[in-house]
Structures are given as C-alpha cells and as structure tokens.
C-alpha cells in the first residue's frame, strides 16, 4: 500500500444517531448498554480495548488489551506487574482507553486514574483462566528480553514439570489486575460528512453531565 492509496481511502457514516435522550445517566451504564450491543455483532472481540500509559521519560505507549470487567469503580484488566505496561502504571497511575467498534460505527474513549484490584479478586479471576493461560502466566516474564539461547518452549516444558498434573496453579506474585476509573469518557458516533456525534460525560457534583462536543 502506497501513500496515494491512503490518500484515498475514505468512509461516510450513517447508520445511526447519539442524542442527548439515547445517554444513560451513567459513564458506565452507557458503556455496559454499547458493549452488549457490540458483542452482538463481534462476540470474539468486541472487549478489545486500545490502552496507552506514558513512560518515566514522557513517551506515550499503546498497546490492545482485553477488559475484564466495568462497574461504576472502572474498566478492569489484567497483566504482569513487571511488564513494560505495569511498570509504567505503578509509576505513572493513570491512563486512557479507546474502544472501536468497526460494525458499529462507534468508538468511546476513557480517561482516568488506575489502581490495582485486591489481590482477591485477581485471585478469582486467575482461576477462572485456561490451564493453558495459567501455565503461560508463569512461562513469560513479560516484556523483559528472552535469554540468547532460551526459549519460550522449555520454559513452558519446565513450568509444566513444575506443577505437574494438579488442577490447582497459583497465581503468579508478579500478575495481577488493574483498574481505570471513569475520570471523563466520550462516547462517538459517526455520521454523514464527518458530522459525528460526540458526548463527553463529566463530572457534576454527585452525578454525570454530558456535554456535546463538536467533531
């Protein structure tokens, strides 16, 4: 793909609208009513979620992760602790989340302050996972570099000598969730000419106030 076939791509917006009387009184009510619908037409993927963090030197990162959980405390996630994302939370606590729904025409953006869960409840979600992602968990140092020499195959093979055939596998110290509370969140719809509806929920007193912004 060359620069004048970018050049060219373009998509008109119309199949539907976002108005004040659709928004539900809440950031994450409305996000909870998109997800439902977005899982009807993407049921694999729809919890796909773009999540950027900011390093110690200022440099933005982005990676795509999958939310695990949305309650009016946040969107939650999970990931090593030491991974490049993790360590960039514990220092910097906050972040922001875009979810794109292609078929949908839609997108919302969320930004807020991240916390961790209690151990507890990234207890209960570890077990509720795979074997085979339990077992992963404990194979990949994440984001660190793989020893010259070392592969991530024996280091499965070892973790699987490790624990055996019991049914029980421990979460890792190191691996855990996260939590990004609604701090504001807008949600997009797209429309004909690039008119896209946009409305931005912000904090008002002990509630939400919507407000439309212009595309």
């Not at 037409?41 to 200022?58: F, K, M, R, S």
């Not at 302050?113 to 194979?139: C, I």
């Not at 797209?190 to 929920?201: F, I, M, V």
Request: hydrophobic letters at 35%.
């Amino acid at each position: 793909m060359d620069g004048a076939s970018l050049f060219d791509v373009r998509r008109d917006y119309a199949s539907r609208r976002l108005t004040r009387d659709d928004l539900a009184a809440t950031p994450w009510e409305q996000l909870e009513a998109w997800l439902a619908e977005a899982a009807e037409v993407d049921p694999e993927d729809y919890n796909a979620v773009h999540l950027a963090t900011v390093g110690p030197d200022g440099m933005p990162s982005g990676r795509v992760v999958l939310a695990r959980g949305v309650s009016p405390e946040g969107i939650t996630f999970y990931t090593n602790y030491r991974s490049a994302k993790g360590q960039e939370l514990e220092a910097a606590p906050r972040a922001a989340m875009t979810f794109f729904w292609k078929e949908l025409e839609r997108q919302i953006r969320i930004q807020g302050p991240v916390t961790r869960v209690p151990e507890a409840e990234s207890d209960a979600y570890f077990a509720s996972r795979p074997r085979s992602s339990k077992l992963g968990a404990w194979a990949s140092e994440q984001s660190a570099h793989v020893p010259e020499g070392e592969t991530l195959e024996a280091r499965l093979e070892a973790v699987q000598r490790r624990f055996g055939d019991t049914d029980h596998i421990p979460r890792p110290p190191d691996w855990g969730g996260f939590r990004l509370g609604f701090g504001t969140m807008e949600c997009w719809q797209g429309r004909p000419s690039r008119l896209h509806d946009r409305w931005k929920y912000v904090p008002s007193g002990a509630g939400w106030q919507p407000m439309q912004l212009f595309p």
